[in-house]
């Protein structure tokens, strides 16, 4: 199946500083990009919906200005936590998805996420 | 998007069959079926879909009842590699750009 990475895998850093995470399609061109938040012992809760060329559409509850979404190309898309603070401490995971409905590439690959803390 | 109920947990012995129910009962014929399963710390990992057809692949079978209302991914001959948190989702086109929404999942355990 197709490959999704992120970069870095982990990071720490100090409380308000900006950390910017990476997520790349390897082997397809992924039209849409998603952001997961996975809190310890929780569920995965969709961050935001990132369609390449265009504004992300954030789901109720998430501040857009604080977490940055950029999917400047077909195999990029990158998200900014700016100001990190200690709960934002989680981990963070994105998807891509390419092509037609039914078609090939089309479930949603995940990337093997990002394990954010903020001292 | 409909929503999915799952046990919390289950365990199921090395080698054999691992049965996973899923209830969703409010699916709308336009639903789909998705299963995916995360391993601890890792990013979730597709295993199969289907509409009202029963589905295989090399990772395992789906089998959805005629009125669509409940599912069960059959893991053929569970390995250790197996254990996971499995989620069953309900919902809207074959992957048409449609957000996944993820509930609680079961936690598979597998015993040597």
């Known amino acids: 199946g197709a490959v999704v990475s992120q970069h870095p895998s982990w990071v720490i850093c100090k409380s308000g500083t900006s950390v910017k995470i990476e997520c790349r399609s390897l082997d397809f061109q992924a039209t849409t990009m998603f952001w997961y938040r996975q809190f310890p012992k929780q569920s995965l809760m969709l961050m935001a919906t990132s369609n390449e060329g265009s504004k992300a559409t954030y789901e109720q509850g998430v501040e857009k200005d604080k977490f940055l979404i950029n999917h400047a190309s077909l195999t990029l898309s990158t998200l900014t936590v700016t100001s990190a603070h200690p709960e934002d401490s989680s981990f963070y995971i994105c998807?891509?998805?390419?092509?037609?409905?039914?078609?090939?590439?089309?479930?949603?690959?995940f990337g093997p996420g990002t394990r954010l803390t903020v001292l | 998007d409909a929503k999915t109920t799952q046990p919390t947990s289950m365990d199921c012995a090395e080698g054999r069959a691992a049965n996973l129910p899923c209830n969703h009962s409010?699916?709308?014929?336009?639903?789909?079926v998705y299963w995916y399963r995360q391993i601890h710390s890792q990013g979730p990992q597709y295993i199969i879909h289907g509409l009202k057809n029963n589905e295989t692949n090399e990772m395992a079978s789906l089998i959805i009842t005629e009125d669509r209302k409940s599912s069960t991914l059959i893991l053929p001959h569970a390995t250790l590699r197996d254990t996971a948190v499995y989620y069953c989702i309900a919902q809207g086109g074959n992957f048409g750009n449609e957000k996944l929404t993820f509930g609680t999942g079961t936690r598979l355990t597998i015993i040597p």
């Open positions: 998807s891509a998805q390419g092509g037609l409905a039914g078609g090939p590439y089309n479930e949603q690959f």
């Open positions: 409010t699916i709308s014929g336009n639903e789909y």
